[in-house]
């Protein structure tokens, strides 16, 4: 929200004096909104980690964990499966359902700013589509020697390469008008979605593989997974919180923003480039898992408000929690099989939305 | 264009048929394994297959002078890549079938929705094999031997498969269950896609002495990592890829979670050809025999081969 709210009828000093007054009890309002989510979310993802298709006693649990710590000794009385289970198996998947979560809020927060457009979600120009593609590329070449870094470095490099051509496409001389960005966008990825349907009906006995991937899942995530996928997300987090301040005044409009000391075209190609990069991070290990996006920024932005200091950060901490949330429904709700985490999402996250949209019942956007 | 084309084959097709359907039918009514009940006139001459199993029973019945159209995927015996190709198993080209004027068609499931009821509307016969057990496969073999009018050759074909079939069965059926080993079958790794029971791949796993871990699942399905690890598979077959990918197998090979199950330790983890466990055709007899010795290794399938 950029504040307007001085009083007209007052002194300048009185108002300069409610402004500085707001300011303050803002700031730490905003602080412990961001440090209550913070914790929420630790204390979710240790609870969630005690629940699993195996049945593991509680106590086992804590003292897996707490074995690893240092300075600890316990007697592991344990079976080494138990350990792997809860170390191998649990917790590098709960962390990657939130960092993947954290990378889709802050992702979807930006598009949604950068277009100042409510339907603005990270794969809006490209992302997804591009990844998809490079990852059913994957399935179909043989080059099996490449392990199984090979569908995700593929949807990667599909990802960026799908942006950088829209990217492209859409620019204009020295700028990039953010409507003709979206309909490259939307037309690109149209495209590139009919080659990868094209793709799964002729993939015949890898449609399983294709599917899953497409719908997405955390069911194989490992530590290295973890390993790779967490700094990028971390730095194209951390650049993108560094321009909370201009993507607030950018909502005004964009000359505006220019007259105000903004450079408006750099700060749109940092942010685009940063939150591609951390979708494409997420989305060509977990697959184009939908509506955390979407849903988390405008879920956010309803009890925050527009404000992208407070919006940013709390929409990585949000997606994170739904991600966390729909990850751990997916692998306990039907055991031993699992619900795709791309359909719980949606039953989880849409319902909540509506929620959300109704007790408000006013304009939000 | 197309359409003119279609409606010329179809008055080319139709006619003659309702020429046909004039005189009483003098045979019976067959079920199909989708619960349709279809009508055969007389013996058919003009079979197509749309499934590479059912070109694998048409040939192992002696019918292949009789079969005039194939899949892209049928590659066994070798001579069926010779016949003309009308599907790509899923994808198929109805007008091409229309044109061929087949008497019989020997269809799948997977045909169930869009393809049988287009062919039926043009009055082709359509019989569609599904075999989700041994039993199943010898009946349906028998079925297509009778409305061939190869009784005989299903027969000889049949007893020999279940000869074989008893000479495993006979050895593991008394094993009390704790001598029969855990089986994890992968049909892909990421998710653990697996097969569970109601299947073909179950019935074999069973009958080779083997205890499939995802029994309480049904069908294809995916299967928790937590819950592979945590029932420890003593032997894994992961089903290849078409075209030699071997994607799955390395991983499950390479994948350092999987280290801890017995299959691992044991280098129990086998390729298994999806030309032959993933057709319901008599090879899938080798398919029970070889999965018997990985399991078993002193299992005797005699007679084999």
Known sequence: MITANYGADRGPQAGEMALLLKNRRQRSFRLYSICGMSVALVVIAILVLTIGSVNIPLGTVWKVLLSHLPLVSINEDWPATTGMIITGIRLPRILMAGICGAALGVAGATYQGLFRNPLADPYLIGVAQGAALGASVGFLLPWTFLGSFFIPLLAFLGALVAVSVVYLVARAGKTLPVTTLILAGVAIGALLMSITSYITLISDDQIHGIVTWLVGRFSMSNWEQVALAAPYIAVGIVVILIFARPLNVMQLDEEQAQQLGINVERTKLILLAASTLITAAAVCFVGTIGFVGIIIPHAVRLIWGPDHRILLPLSALAGALLLILADTASRTIMPPTEVPVGIITAFLGAPFFLVLLRRRKKAVF | ?305
């Open chain 2, 1 to 305: 264009m197309k359409k003119l084309a279609l409606v010329f084959a179809l008055v080319i097709v139709i006619l003659p048929m309702l020429a046909g359907c004039q005189t009483a039918p003098t045979e019976g009514n067959v079920t199909d394994d989708l619960g349709r009940s279809v009508q055969i006139q007389g013996i058919p001459q003009r079979i197509i297959s749309l499934a590479p199993s059912n070109t694998e029973i048409v040939y192992a019945l002696g019918l292949e002078d009789r079969l005039i159209g194939v899949t892209t995927y049928c590659n066994y015996p070798a001579a069926a890549q010779e016949k003309p190709a009308v599907s790509e198993y899923s994808n198929v080209d109805i007008e091409k079938i229309v044109a061929l004027q087949p008497d019989l068609v020997l269809a799948d499931s997977i045909h169930k929705i869009d393809v049988i009821p287009a062919l039926e509307r043009m009055n082709i016969p359509v019989i569609a094999l599904v075999s989700p057990t041994l039993e199943k496969l010898i009946s349906n073999i028998a079925l297509v031997g009778q409305i061939c009018g190869q009784d005989e050759a299903a027969k000889s074909l049949n007893q020999s498969l279940q000869d074989r079939i008893e000479t495993v069965a006979g050895q593991t059926r008394s094993m009390p269950d704790d001598e029969k080993q855990r089986v994890f079958f992968v049909t892909w790794h990421d998710p653990l896609w697996t097969v569970g029971s109601g299947t073909m791949i179950n019935d074999l796993i069973e009958k080779a002495g083997g205890l499939n871990i995802a029994a309480d699942l049904e069908g294809n399905q995916t299967m928790d990592l937590e819950t592979v690890i945590q029932r420890n598979p003593q032997v894994i077959f992961v089903l290849s890829s078409m075209g030699d990918q071997d994607t799955s197998y390395n991983y499950i090979l390479n994948e350092p979670r999987f280290q801890a199950t017995e299959a691992l330790k044991n280098s129990l983890v086998f390729r298994m050809d999806p030309d032959i466990f993933g057709r319901t055709a008599p090879r899938i007899v080798d398919g029970l025999e070889e999965m018997a010795q990985d399991i078993h290794p002193e299992v005797i399938t005699t007679g084999a081969r």
